[in-house]
């Protein structure tokens, strides 16, 4: 019973090692411009995904001014 256990939490903890090793990095949002209409924002945003620059964005207002987050 005692090497069964043992067996058990070297086989777990060499799986959530492998778990934590082989997992993909978050890939973090950067602002890439601050724009004062929506209509421009949007416009960059989808520029910048048409020529490979990011793949995803969004727009988010704030202070009268927009964000485009890449």
């Given at each position: ?15 959530g ?25 949007q ?28």
């Amino acid at each position: 019973m005692r090497k069964a256990r043992a067996l058990l939490v070297s086989t777990l903890l060499v799986g959530g090692a492998l778990t934590t090793f082989t997992a993909a990095p978050a890939h973090a949002e950067s602002l890439r411009g601050v724009y004062y209409d929506y209509s421009e924002c949007q416009r960059i945003g989808q520029y910048g995904y048409s020529q490979g620059w990011w793949g995803f964005w969004h727009c988010e207002a704030q202070y009268s001014y927009y964000f485009l987050y890449a």
